[in-house]
């Protein structure tokens, strides 16, 4: 550790003995005494459940990775595993877009400068995933070294996600619970469920379930009891995926017949404005449901898959009328309405993004043809983005000479966005759609596209549905309806009565669509024997009358006991959520008139907008992602930054920062060189160890003066309260990273001396080559790890901290900061740090930061001794200055 400075100009604390290291946060620990019942006191902690499958996946990966690497003899074949890096990208990509979404922005509103951090974070591990899958489908799988780069991939996954979900448990959820009601937590993660797309919560809940033993099941399921509104309906959705879909086969069609005829002979009634609609007897019931099958397929849409065209058509005329209000805009120059203007182009932006996700990943791969769009769907977000920058530059500069300039920018994008989706839609329309008419059944066709509504999460859904029935004839609607129920499976009824009741609500006339297109009223049907809206829990798929009264009464507070309404019986009336949209404004009707009634999902509908970011992200997972090289740090940071924020002029604290590109260059070395441990000498071993060593010492004095005077410094600033906490965390679990890769390197050593010695026989020797070659696999994962854990804490903190200095920082301030970590710094380790850094230089940042070091220790005996070391260092070679980095404390 880094010991004080003294006036002599000596001190101790040299870093070539290392202490052990530092004990970590055992984020394991608190998530098991965090699973049993807390989630019923604090909603929030659910997400415990969350991480500890994905943390059991990702453990699961790198076994099964470390197996393939190591078991030489096993086939090639990795098709297996393929498939389960795929689900936990997919599945991980939506916890963190769902986060992004809700989590973070209700939490910076109340705590400022922790939620971005986690934010850059998630953007690394998405670096991260990209870079693995760059890998898995490379041409260089029948390289040696490839087994071993995967597993070491695979490791470096592992560390970087566990690590942040373990720095969340940490910091993020007690402030969570600490600064939001049982309520408002119960809300949050509500409105989190609700922004991951329907068919991956369909994947992800049942696999969730399948993770966690069966007393955390009964704890989560009694937790999402206080977290779903108190309608019946929303809570089958979510327990029916809970419970995997584990029902018959049948369609909705089937089962909602069954139910029907079970009501007894007697007519069911759902009322409406105009009259019963009465499914008479089973009998007739069948002979009209088939009679109306019949005339929907006499309808204007001559095969199901047509329906494509209505979605077409309804993103047409929103596009449109957008355009008409663009020029509305210009020619009034009146931008009062711009706020509800940016609330719609980001409607129909998110609507066409998940439009485009659904025939990436459902449509085209079906049609099997050589087809793609992806180019025109990255286009045209590209130019929705354009359109949403122009407004939110006319809303910060306001009214002024240069809006005449913004309108008219404004109303070219909107025309360009409008003539590229009538080409695109154009060329799909006479490409796929008759390929799917001809190759695929009826059948199939329905199923196509009620897989491609599921693309969108259920508060999307809730917006979108209203708002393409509000566009369509009374016969269209009836026939989207019915073809809905006929392709879903029966586990979805309570979903697509859901969505039949949502849909009824854009339509113009009081009339409930479900009872004329399927012959009965499934909103009705669910409310038969029960209202629907309940203010008890509605689990009693999941757990007795008794089970239920134990759950209300095992260490529950008044509040925990408090129902949470946030949902709201729908007789779909008004949503806010849906109010940026021409059609449902056009059709929007009293909730007093309304006759099919569904709850609503009772979220906000006021972060659609935000969604935006997160549906674009998801177009990485259909589409073929970009990386970095393999073989390059993840981040072009000297691009990115210094062209930035920090700029040309160089300021004191800028030095601190300089030590980050001698980490760098240490963690390639140790990234690239760990592959050659397998095969070393001697020599080799333990030069790579100095090496190690050397890093570890001087991290730990670097990341200490941060620690202690940096991190401090920047919290002493009222508005950077917080700012630092994250980072503090990082500098725990990578001192334990450190600390695992020393023993590892210990371990090895000793296996490597007993290869030198004769074994007895050759059974011995290969077991002792097998176990060696085994630690060398896992060193080298680990050193990437160590790699991957610094590059991304480091760039984070050139893209948040550092820019923080020149605002909020003199350069006076800036110096009396250098000069204290300097006169805290041991002598030994500022002896060895300093070639150690100089060394990653440029001569010029050499002389900079020389100048930055004399100017903040004048007139001590360092500035002396420094001045001194670097008149010899000048004079020494290049190659002296290159070479010559072994510290001359060691």
Sequence with gaps: MAAPFTDGGGGGGGVAVMAGPVNPIDASTQSKTCLKNSALKSPILIFLFFHKAIKLELDGLHRAAMAFATNLDTAGDISSLLERYHFLRAIYKHHCNAEDEVIFPALDIRVKNVARTYSLEHEG?????????????????????????????????????????????????????????????????????????????????????????????????????????????????????????????????????????????????????MGPCAWESTKTGKRRYVEMSCDATNSSLSCPIDEILLWHNAIKSELNDIAKAARKIQLSGDFSDLSAFNKRLQFIAEVCIFHSIAEDKVIFPAVDAELSFAQEHAEEEIQFDKLRCLIESIQSTGANSSSAEFYTKLCSQADLIMASIQKHFHNEEVQVLPLARKHFSSKRQRELLYQSLCVMPLKLIECVLPWLVGSLSEEAARSFLQNMYMAAPASDLALVTLFSGWACKGHSRNVCLSSNAIGCCPARMAGSKEDIKQTSCSCSLNFSADEKLASVQEDETDDDRRPVKRGNLMPLGDCDACSPTRSVNNHKSSCSNQSCCVPGLGVNGSNLGTSLAAAKSLRSLSIGPSAPSLNSSLFNWETDLSSADIGCTSRPIDNIFKFHKAIRKDLEYLDVESGK????????????????????????????????????????????????????????????????????????????????????????????????????????????????????????????????????????????IVGRIIGTTGAEVLQSMLPWVTSALTQEEQNIMMDTWKQATRNTMFSEWLNEWWEGSAAASPAATSEGCTPLGL
Excluded at 696 to 721: C, M, Q
Excluded at 765 to 782: D, F, H, I, P, W
């Design 677 to 816: 441990l397998n095969d070393c000498n001697e020599s080799f071993l333990r030069q790579f160890t100095g090496r190690f060593r050397l890093l570890w010492g001087l991290y730990r004095a670097h990341s200490n003066a941060e620690d202690d005077i940096v991190f401090p410094e920047l919290e002493s600033k009222e508005t950077l309260h917080n700012v630092s906490h994250s980072y503090t965390l990082d500098h725990k679990q990578e001192e334990k990273l450190f600390g695992d890769i020393s023993s590892a390197l210990s371990d090895l050593a000793q296996l490597h001396e007993c290869l030198n010695i004769n074994l007895s026989d050759d059974t011995t020797r290969s077991e002792a080559v097998r176990k060696y070659n085994e630690k060398a696999t896992e060193l080298q994962g680990m050193c990437k790890s160590i790699r991957v854990s610094l590059d991304q804490h480091v760039f984070r903190e050139e893209l948040e901290l550092w820019p923080l200095f020149d605002r909020h920082f003199s350069v006076e301030e800036q110096d009396k």
């Design 125 to 273: 591990e998405s670096f991260l995933f990209d870079q693995l899958f760059q890998l898995l489908n490379s041409s260089m799988r029948n390289e040696e070294s490839y087994r071993r780069e995967l597993a070491s991939c695979t490791g470096a996954l592992q560390t970087s996600i566990s690590q942040h979900m373990s720095k969340e448990e940490e910091q993020v959820f007690p402030l969570l619970i600490e600064k939001f009601s049982f309520e408002e937590q119960a809300s949050l993660v509500w409105q989190f469920l609700c922004s991951i797309p329907v068919n991956m919560m369909a994947e992800f809940l049942p696999w969730l379930s399948s993770s966690i033993s069966s007393d955390e099941h009964q704890d989560m399921d009694k937790c999402l009891c206080k977290i779903i509104p108190k309608e019946k309906l929303l809570q089958q959705v979510i327990f029916a995926w809970m419970k995997g879909g584990k029902a018959s086969h049948n369609s909705c069609e089937d089962n909602l017949k069954a139910t029907c005829q079970n009501t007894g002979s007697g007519a069911l009634v759902c009322e409406t404005d």
